[in-house]
Structures are given as structure tokens and as C-alpha cells.
Nanobody, 127 residues
Framework: QVQLVESGGGLVQAGGSLRLSCAASGRTSSTYAMGWFRQVPGKERTFVAAISRSGGDTSYLNSVKGRFTISRDSAKNTVYLQMNSLKPEDTAVYYC????????????????????WGQGTQVTVSS
């Protein structure tokens, strides 16, 4: 079991930056591949970024490539999502997710791939 707690959301103007954090507790997060998803009311949860258990492999939603960066600090059991050049269409509740992984270099982009979820943090980008 692992528990995930997101933080760092808030209100920011278009063009601004935020850094989301996802702190993991319970079983060590270093054995987990991690991901970030987002959801707006009335729509499905969508993939934003993912990072492998090793931290060496990442994947991004096309619309956030070059603006968002996912990273992890295994010593702190924390995964980050640095979001720059934010746009109003980035407004959503952002969720952190984790799944056990034995491969080390794989990342996962479907919500069904993940076993554990945080409670979400609201990101609002004003125009």
C-alpha cells in the first residue's frame, strides 16, 4: 500500500508557473512508476505526464510538451510536476498516481494502469 498526497496547486495567471508535489508514504515509492493526470468537471481523467520507476524515462501529453516537466526524488519519496507557461486550458484538478513496477524503465499513460491515487489538487489559470 502507498498513500499519495498532492500539493502545490493554486490560482495563477496565464504564462505563470506552478510546481505540484506528490508525497508518497507507506511502501517505498521507489518501486513505483508514477504519473500525473488531470480532470475537469464532466470529462474523463486524462493523462498529463508519467515517469518510470528508475526516473530515466518520461512521457508527456503532446499539449504540455516543452512546458511541463515530471521528475522524482526517491530519497524524499516525492514526484514533481513543474508547469511553466500555463494556459487557461490547463485548468483542472490534478491527480498523482502510482503503480508497482518491476521493469524500471516503463511508464504508463492510462488511468487503469494505476493502483493508487491522491486526492487531487486544483490548478486554475486565469486569462
Amino acid at each position: 500500500q502507498v498513500q499519495l498526497v498532492e500539493s502545490g496547486g493554486g490560482l495563477v495567471q496565464a504564462g505563470g508557473s506552478l510546481r505540484l508535489s506528490c508525497a508518497a508514504s507507506g511502501r517505498t515509492s521507489s518501486t513505483y512508476a508514477m504519473g500525473w493526470f488531470r480532470q475537469v468537471p464532466g470529462k474523463e481523467r486524462t493523462f498529463v505526464a508519467a515517469i518510470s520507476r528508475s526516473g530515466g524515462d518520461t512521457s508527456y501529453l503532446n499539449s504540455v510538451k516543452g512546458r511541463f516537466t515530471i521528475s522524482r526524488d526517491s530519497a524524499k519519496n516525492t514526484v514533481y510536476l513543474q508547469m511553466n507557461s500555463l494556459k487557461p486550458e490547463d485548468t483542472a484538478v490534478y491527480y498523482c498516481a502510482a503503480r508497482g513496477d518491476v521493469y524500471g524503465s516503463r511508464w504508463y499513460s492510462r488511468p487503469d494502469d494505476y493502483n493508487y491515487w491522491g486526492q487531487g489538487t486544483q490548478v486554475t489559470v486565469s486569462s
